[in-house]
């Protein structure tokens, strides 16, 4: 049994001003399947520049019976493509998608894209072996949990499958499948991608009813984690293999329980890992946790603010007051945690006024930030803040899912007080106000120190100031790469991603338990049950 798992093209895949990470979604798929005897190949069309070529070169060498994609919204019309190739050359090939797409959209994926056979949603390792199963040995489909399938002229959707417990039962992931070719950008703001680096996961999940985001739709309302031993033992492994210079602790809230974000700083101290960063939020800090990241090489957190507004944070379900953001932006520097940054949403709620922006702007510009990032609302499939824009007429008729991106192409939807070049306009104000400052220009060429640091510095601006006054985003290869995609025929799923479209100048586990932090209580299943 052979399956060649792909991360298809992104639009925005070589943007200079935004991270690009490597695919361990798929490196998780890939341990789980190959330690039950499935044989895997991966193809990353984000390291790996795209042609019809080179994708029909890897199916005659790898010869796959499933082929599966994880897309996420943007590249959900370059996935569906991807399999139109593969069912073009072989219609015994079962094609699958999964990934957060599909989590948003559910049965209408397989309606909208006839050249996916199948779609995984919630957790995908025990699904896609069991249809990797099927597709050996036959059966019914409806037996698979977890599973969307073809049924007559229709789509069937099974039965959920739980969640994975515990998730130490899982391989680590299988880093030798990755192309460790350099990618555009950085791996996360302030470290360029020429830094060896990877992600690590050390959980799955986030408790918190934020009305803009989507994670609760793969992975429901609770957090599981793994435990500090195997996340020590990966570590120990990964370091041994692979020599990285930085690793991007990749959880959505680092330090969701304290206790364990301390035992995870011993871990990280002894097992030899180099310097590290995080994203958590300004609730779930204290300054001895924050000491204890220094010390263990901690070298840069993100905080996610959103808004300066109470009244918006309220509204997003996000509790959040200036004193406590303060407050953790002081105890961090206090630290000495090197790089801080603040990320930012414009239009995260319809209501959000001139009154709230200028909030933002406080909490931008007031604040000793090292790093923002400022982004547009993006109505993500699956999210309360989608329906609530589709409900509202907000979604113009003409937004297709590869225009849902929070930066570098003007929004095909507006806000209750914004349109979708004033929400534009706000993101560069914005950003001018805290990037173009010359003392920031200043005190950062000033903690340059080698001139890996200083190229990165330099691309970083010129790409700032290419999007800022000429609304370009694209550079480097992706031109190439993504017009070589666009010949793909379409076998009638719909427009593609076109490089010459720029911006305009202008549940609760039974055996969890609770965690109580000053944002919510919420649940959370920690390492071995």
Not at 21 to 47: H, Q
Not at 183 to 200: K, P
Not at 427 to 432: G, S, V, W
Request: charged share 25%; glycine share 6%; net charge negative.
């Amino acid at each position: 049994m052979n399956i060649l798992l792909i991360r298809p093209p992104d639009p925005l895949q070589h943007v200079q001003l935004l991270s690009h990470t490597r695919p361990m979604n798929l490196t998780f798929l890939a341990s789980f399947l190959r330690e039950n005897g499935v044989c895997v190949r991966l193809l990353d069309f984000e390291t790996t520049r795209y042609s019809e070529a080179t994708l029909l070169d890897y199916l005659r060498q790898v010869e796959p019976d499933v082929v599966g994609v994880s897309c996420m919204t943007p590249s959900i019309v370059n996935g569906a493509r991807v399999c139109a190739v593969v069912k073009q050359f072989s219609n015994r090939i079962a094609t699958v998608t999964g990934g957060p797409h599909v989590n948003g959209v559910g049965v209408s994926v397989l309606e909208e894209f006839p050249s996916f056979d199948f779609a995984i949603f919630g957790e995908g390792e025990q699904t896609l072996l069991d249809l990797c199963r099927h597709v050996r040995d036959g059966g019914d489909p409806n037996d698979i949990p977890g599973l969307m399938h073809r049924s007559g002229d229709g789509v069937t959707k099974n039965s959920p499958r739980p969640n994975i417990e515990p998730l130490d039962s899982l391989p680590f992931p299988a880093r030798d499948l990755i192309d460790w070719t350099r990618q555009t950008g950085h791996a996360v703001r302030g470290i360029t991608n020429e830094t060896h680096s990877t992600e690590l996961f050390t959980s799955r999940g986030c408790p918190y009813p934020c009305k803009f985001c989507s994670i609760q739709a793969t992975f429901g309302k609770s957090a599981r984690f793994f435990s500090p031993e195997y996340i020590e033992q990966e570590i120990r492994e990964f370091m041994a293999d692979y020599q990285f210079e930085h690793v991007v602790v990749a959880d959505d809230t680092f330090s969701l329980n304290i206790p364990r974000a301390k035992e995870l700083c011993e871990v990280f101290q002894r097992s030899g890992l180099p310097t590290w960063n995080c994203d958590t939020r300004v609730g779930t800090v204290r300054p001895d946790l924050l000491k204890l990241m220094k010390e263990s090489g901690c070298n840069k957190v993100a905080y996610g603010v959103e808004t300066g507004s109470e009244r918006i944070a309220a509204l997003i379900s996000k509790k959040m007051s200036f004193e406590r953001l303060e407050r953790a932006v002081r105890w961090t520097r206090e630290a000495g945690i090197e790089n801080i940054e603040g990320n930012f949403i414009i239009g995260v709620h319809p209501d959000e006024n001139w009154d709230d922006i200028e909030k933002t702007r406080n909490a931008i510009t007031s604040l000793p930030w090292d790093f923002v990032s400022v982004s547009i609302i993006v109505p993500y499939p699956g999210t309360q803040i989608h329906e609530m824009m589709k409900a509202q007429g907000l979604i113009h008729s003409d937004c297709s899912w590869d225009d849902l991106v929070m930066f570098g192409r003007r929004p095909k939807w507006n806000t209750n007080h914004f349109s979708a070049d004033d929400l534009v306009a706000i993101q560069k104000k914005l950003t001018r106000e805290f990037f173009l400052r010359p003392a920031y220009i200043l005190s950062r060429l000033r903690r340059i120190h080698s001139w890996k640091e200083l190229k990165y510095w330099i691309r970083s601006g010129v790409a700032y100031m290419r999007w800022y006054l000429r609304g370009e985003v694209t550079t480097g290869p992706s031109t190439d790469s993504i017009e070589q995609f666009a010949t793909v025929e379409s076998n009638g799923i719909g427009q593609i991603y076109d490089s010459d479209d720029q911006v305009n100048p202008e549940t609760v586990a039974s055996d969890g338990y609770l965690v109580d932090t000053e944002d919510h209580t919420v649940s959370v299943v920690i390492g071995r049950q």
